[in-house]
């Protein structure tokens, strides 16, 4: 069983930057591919970002390329999200998930466990 509880979101101007954290309880959290997800009202939740258990592999949505760097600190059981060049467009409740490592795949978008999510809002 992992828990996870992200932070970090709020309300920021266009062209801001935000860190989203996720911090993740048990001893087993370097066994888990982890993923950044996010959803837009009245839209689907789409993978926006993810990163293997080692930290050796990452992911990134075209839509956020080039803007975000996902990174994870497995002696802190943390997984982060830096969000640059934030755009309207951006907006949306951010989750994290957690997938063992022996069912997860870079792109996957099946995960085992989710976070509550945390509120990113950037003003025009």
């Known amino acids: 069983q992992v828990q996870l509880v992200e932070s970090g979101g709020g309300l920021v101007q266009a062209g801001g930057s935000l860190r989203l954290s996720c911090a993740a309880s048990?001893?087993?959290?370097?066994?888990?591919?982890m993923g950044w997800f996010r959803q837009a009202p009245g839209k689907e939740r789409d993978l926006v970002a993810a990163i293997s258990w080692s930290g050796g592999s990452t992911y990134y949505a075209d839509s956020v390329k080039g803007r975000c760097t996902i990174s994870r600190d497995n002696a802190k059981n943390t997984v982060s999200l830096q969000m640059n060049s934030l755009k309207p467009e951006d907006t949306a409740v951010y989750y994290c998930?957690?997938?063992?490592?022996?069912?997860?795949?870079?792109?996957?978008?099946?995960?085992?466990?989710w976070g509550q999510g945390t509120q990113v809002t950037v003003s025009s």
């Open positions: 998930a957690a997938r063992r490592k022996t069912m997860w795949f870079i792109t996957t978008t099946v995960y085992d466990y």
């Open positions: 048990g001893r087993t959290f370097s066994s888990y591919g």
